[in-house]
């Protein structure tokens, strides 16, 4: 009886497999930086060769750069975290920013004839 079962539901479990298959391939594709950076890449590429101007490598870019924050926000919805808080342009350096200043002060030369 369990072998004439299993032969009754080999049709499912195969289908089901594929689906498993083609869901795991989606997924990859929806999550995928790699084509977006290299329009990115192409699209630096024209610039340099004078194809196109600042302004449309510009826009280019900021479209380029959309797509990937889209792409890292499914990222981090599939693993289940929670969505990026974004701040904008404060003008503030944050801790953990990577920014770093370096001030060297130096003392002012005295002028000839001054004391």
Not at 35 to 41: A, F, G, H, Q, Y
Not at 55 to 79: F, N, S
Request: glycine share 8%; charged share 30%; aromatic share 4%.
């Amino acid at each position: 009886m369990l072998l004439l079962d299993d032969l009754l539901m080999l049709p499912i479990a195969g289908f089901r497999s594929v689906m498993n298959t083609l869901l795991k391939v989606a997924m990859e594709e929806y999550t995928d930086e790699a084509p977006i950076k290299e329009e990115l890449l192409e699209l630096q590429m024209r610039l340099d060769a004078g194809e196109i101007t600042e302004a449309e490598y510009v826009k280019g870019e900021a479209h380029i750069l959309d797509l990937l924050r889209e792409i890292k926000a499914r990222k981090r919805e599939l693993a289940g975290l929670p969505p990026e808080e974004t701040q904008g342009l404060s003008g503030k350096v944050m801790q953990g920013s990577g920014a770093s200043l370096t001030v060297e002060f130096n003392p002012p030369e005295s002028t000839p004839g001054k004391k």
